[in-house]
């Protein structure tokens, strides 16, 4: 790849950055603060020591959320997808809680642990809770009936047959549920700091907002949310695409 194809992204995006500056700057309104002064917002948060206390809040909570949800959904999951009966009990159940935004919980999360981490880390483990299940079950469900009769006809115990058969299965599908599931816990955590907590990314957007109308850190606190959920995604993107997970099962 020419070096020119390599640089065409980082110019689009020079482009944007000088078209939203001269718009900025035209608007004698000044809703809208520029890229500079979103840098200048930046710098603030950084003199003040703010910003890396916002940010380890903000992943504090999410890698919590995340990895109780993770622990849960993708056992219970797999327990789901592999025995018919129990899919045939629960399933009504999950569908009926799937649908439920994880934000309508708020208020219970606020009733039941107060403002605080709890409260966030709970809307976060429901945001991923659902679609991780979801992803096991449908993973397990998938695997070719002829593989799984196999591992049986050659006398594989039921642990082998889970590590040898159903694992090394599902593991593909598993990690893109992941990669899902964490986008969403960042979506949710800035939604719930807004509103359940004092602390982090979305309490600086709200706070910056109602102390004194500080646009130039709404936009600054936007723009690291943004910049932290594509160092998310490329971290679970290079895990998805090692090359001990990209095996799967194939009907060819």
């Not at 992943?59 to 797999?78: K, Y």
Request: charged content about 10%.
């Amino acid at each position: 790849m020419s070096l020119l194809v390599r640089l065409r992204p980082f110019a689009f995006i020079a482009f944007l950055l000088a078209l939203w500056q001269v718009t900025a700057s035209r608007n004698s309104t000044h809703l809208l603060p520029g890229p500079w002064e979103a840098v200048g917002g930046l710098a603030d948060l950084v003199r003040h020591g703010l910003l890396l206390k916002y940010v380890t809040a903000s992943l504090f909570r999410v890698t919590w959320g995340f990895v109780a949800a993770a622990v849960l959904a993708i056992p219970l999951g797999l327990v789901i997808g592999w025995y018919r009966r129990f899919e045939m009990a629960l399933n009504p159940l999950i569908q009926v809680f799937r649908p439920i935004s994880p934000l309508a919980w708020i208020p219970i999360a606020i009733l039941w642990f107060g403002v605080g981490d709890l409260s966030a880390m709970f809307l976060i483990f429901l945001s991923c809770f659902f679609p991780l299940l979801l992803t096991a079950i449908n993973a397990v469900q998938r695997i070719p009936a002829v593989y799984v009769n196999a591992g049986r006809n050659f006398g594989l115990s039921p642990a082998r047959l889970v590590y040898g058969v159903l694992f090394p299965a599902v593991l593909p599908e598993l990690f893109t549920g992941l990669r899902i599931s964490l986008g969403v816990a960042w979506l949710v955590v800035v939604a719930a700091e807004m509103i359940a907590v004092n602390s982090g990314l979305g309490f600086l957007i709200v706070d910056a907002r109602n102390a004194g109308n500080r646009y130039d850190l709404v936009v600054a606190a936007m723009a690291i949310i943004g910049v932290i959920g594509l160092l998310l995604d490329i971290g679970m993107r290079s895990l998805e695409g090692a090359r001990s997970l990209q095996w799967d099962y194939s009907e060819d």
